[in-house]
């Protein structure tokens, strides 16, 4: 890795060689606990994917720990009366979900309208089976523990939210986090997902600690050589970030706001949602590098860009993101069997003056 200064444990393999579907099943084995309703705040959303960030982030402007309360789900309940309405938060929510998952032509008012129909359905079938004295809820709710105390709310969002708002208790499968942290990276499609070996391309970490293992296992001995004072409170950006394994570390080591770019969607969405877990400073977007830097973006105090010049076609783009998006520190890994002068285009001297080499990692590749 070279270091620019400018005027840069196994994984579940079982599970992840099975699909989604095994998994889940797996997950149906263990205990049902009862979420009381004064411990349904303590949920937050987790089904999170390029839509739903943007727009958590223009309703709340955050979107890594939005609590039950907050979800268009409940305020659909408590605001608009469980009667759909065009335009109201519950149906922009389905539009911002349903265009990223579903594209425009499933995605248009009628179907929304229909969805809405069918929640304001369910809503009255548990108000009738609480008043048969019947078990209001048929299946339990999916969630997931994080490391600081809250539950992501892994699949359940409308039985939950008509928990909270008619103040019923709700049964729960808690669901191991190195399970849903597998099936958020299960992206088979890719090859830097996991569609190479069953593994993603990145291993996670929280702290020191591996937490799931991934084909580049050397994410935190990399993240090692990066001063502490380029982190500490910095603005970081890291270029082709994958699922977001160097972001999450960043912040963990003091980063005061971390932003990843990815070109693809899948992985951008899976970084998203790792979030929810994670509940870092980080922001993910879907950006080709190939086309530049972003048009809106800041530079950032502190640049990661790790084993991409590779993947850019056009070598001119990549080279405008690094100089328009580098304030300080540039922070570049090359590919094996390059040199600097490889990337002297990339990295001209006038505006990296100062050069820093460092070892190479020595943690496994892909």
């Not at 994958?242 to 999450?248: D, E, K, L, V």
Request: charged share 25%; with cysteine.
């Amino acid at each position: 890795m070279i270091h620019f200064r400018s005027s840069a444990r196994r994984f579940a393999g079982e599970a992840l060689r099975g699909s989604k579907t095994r998994i889940r099943r797996s997950l149906e084995r263990l205990q049902v606990r009862q979420f009381a309703p004064s411990d349904l705040e303590s949920l937050v959303f987790g089904q999170h994917h390029v839509g739903t960030q943007a727009f958590f982030l223009e309703t709340l402007g955050s979107c890594h720990s939005v609590p039950l309360s907050q979800f268009p789900h409940y305020q659909y309940l408590a605001q608009d009366h469980a009667v759909p309405t065009a335009g109201c938060e519950y149906d922009r929510y389905l539009s911002a979900s349903w265009e990223y998952r579903y594209g425009s032509q499933g995605n248009t008012p009628e179907q929304r309208w229909a969805k809405m129909e069918s929640f304001t359905q369910l809503a009255r079938q548990i108000q009738d089976r609480c008043g048969q004295g019947l078990p209001p809820f048929r299946a339990p709710i999916r969630v997931c523990r994080r490391p600081d105390g809250r539950w992501i709310l892994v699949d359940g969002n409308h039985r939950a939210s008509i928990a909270l708002y008619m103040g019923l208790p709700i049964p729960a499968v808690a669901v191991r986090a190195h399970s849903h942290l597998a099936e958020i990276v299960w992206i088979p499609e890719e090859r830097y997902g996991s569609g190479r070996l069953s593994r993603p391309y990145q291993s996670l970490y929280l702290g020191r600690r591996e937490i799931l293992t991934g084909r580049r296992r050397d994410i935190r001995e990399r993240l090692s050589m990066v001063s502490h004072s380029d982190i500490a409170d910095a603005t970081v950006v890291d270029l082709g970030c994958n699922i977001g394994a160097s972001c999450f570390l960043a912040a963990q080591e003091g980063a005061r706001e971390v932003i990843g770019f990815d070109v693809s969607p899948r992985l951008v969405s899976a970084a998203i949602a790792l979030n929810a877990y994670f509940a870092s400073p980080c922001r993910f977007y879907v950006h080709d590098l190939n086309c530049g830097a972003p048009e809106d973006a800041r530079p950032a105090d502190t640049v990661f860009c790790f084993s991409i010049a590779r993947h850019v076609e056009r070598r001119d783009g990549l080279r405008e993101a690094l100089l328009r998006m580098t304030r300080k520190v540039l922070y570049f890994e090359g590919h094996p069997n390059t040199s600097l002068s490889d990337y002297g285009d990339l990295l001209p001297g006038d505006e990296f003056p100062k050069v820093e080499l460092h070892r190479a990692v020595t943690g496994g590749r892909r």
